[in-house]
């Protein structure tokens, strides 16, 4: 009977251990299929509404492509010199509004620091969070020039959190920061955000 109960409990051991490693397989593959499933699906939902009005018929997928040519083609046109002045009024009009200014330029320096030409956090550093204290945090240098803030000496650099699409800004002495100039931003940026579980490819 004791035997038994033995091989009960290490049967079922195993089985707890194999449904943990499972859904270590499963669980990063799943979310990451149905985030990409659900953005595309709320698109495309949309887009049929529009499309089935005009057109009289739809496709599934005929929405992402739609959006995608659109965007594409909105780029396109923001390229050509005559657009370009029409592109700057609108521009200086959405950063004077009051209130929409302040939401617009977030949003406009937000984007623009991942996908334009003059990305922002693509200087990983690492600096001592407080005096002597051996703690040190990962982050991006995001302006190295303070003195429109009159503040001399330092560095901006924001530090990601880990598990969160937040972070905090600190301005640090410019000294007592460290380039890490051996490892690509994208790794930095993933390490962080996965807590220190995601391993940096060499």
Do not use: C
């Not at 949309?46 to 995608?68: D, S």
């Not at 650099?157 to 640090?172: E, H, I, K, M």
Request: no cysteine.
């Amino acid at each position: 009977m004791g035997r038994k109960r033995e091989w009960l409990k290490s049967g079922a051991g195993k089985i707890v251990s194999y449904f943990l490693q499972g859904m270590l397989l499963i669980a990063p593959v799943f979310v990451t299929i149905y985030a990409i499933f659900y953005i595309f699906n709320s698109i495309d939902s949309t887009i049929e509404k529009v499309f089935r009005a005009i057109f009289h018929f739809y496709y599934p997928g005929v929405g992402i492509l739609v959006m995608f040519f659109l965007i594409a083609f909105i780029g396109f046109i923001g390229t050509l010199v005559v657009v370009q002045p029409l592109l700057h009024l609108l521009d200086v009009a959405m950063e004077k509004t009051p209130l929409v200014k302040d939401i617009y330029s977030t949003l406009k320096d937000f984007f623009g620091a991942f996908i334009s030409n003059k990305k922002k956090f693509d200087k990983p550093v690492m600096f001592e969070e407080g005096k002597n204290t051996g703690v040190y945090r990962l982050g991006f240098i995001t302006q190295e020039d303070l003195s429109e803030l009159n503040i001399k000496d330092k560095v901006a650099v924001y530090a990601p959190w880990s598990y969160n699409l937040s972070g905090t800004l600190f301005l640090v002495n410019r000294d007592q920061v460290q380039p890490l100039t051996d490892v690509g931003a994208g790794d930095v940026m993933k390490f962080v955000v996965s807590g220190g579980v995601t391993e940096i490819d060499e």
